[in-house]
């Protein structure tokens, strides 16, 4: 199974990006899917979750701004993210716990997308 993220860059400050992630490979199905980020110096921290049925939870950091959503189908997450500011700069991870066959799951992660917000 891989993740393979896409969609960062450079934004100015009250921007919007839209950050990809899309799984491959043999798995039954994917459960929660993840986002979250690590900026220089910082540990890495929580961003967002949506379950495999939709409900979601966010960072009180990014409320309101960021929104993540997933299409099953294509068996994608995406992160909406408004009005940037320059403290979001920082790498976003993308990770989806992966249900290989029935009964066993297994947490994948993908390579990470440099998203940079200019003052």
């Known amino acids: 199974v891989q993740l393979q993220a896409s969609g960062g860059g450079l934004v100015q400050a009250g921007g919007s990006l839209r950050l990809s992630c899309a799984a491959s490979?043999?798995?039954?199905?994917?459960?929660?899917m993840y986002w979250t980020r690590q900026s220089p110096g910082n540990q890495r921290e929580f961003v967002a979750r949506?379950?495999?049925?939709?409900?979601?939870n966010y960072a009180d950091s990014v409320k309101g701004r960021f929104t993540i959503s997933r299409d099953n189908d294509k068996n994608t997450v995406y992160l909406q993210m408004n009005s940037l500011k320059s403290e979001d700069t920082a790498v976003y991870y993308c990770?989806?716990?992966?249900?290989?066959?029935?009964?066993?799951?297994?947490?994948?992660w993908g390579q990470g997308t440099q998203v940079t917000v200019s003052s």
């Open positions: 949506i379950t495999s049925d939709g409900p979601t």
């Open positions: 990770n989806a716990d992966v249900r290989v066959r029935p009964g066993v799951n297994t947490n994948y």
């Open positions: 490979g043999r798995f039954f199905s994917i459960n929660d």
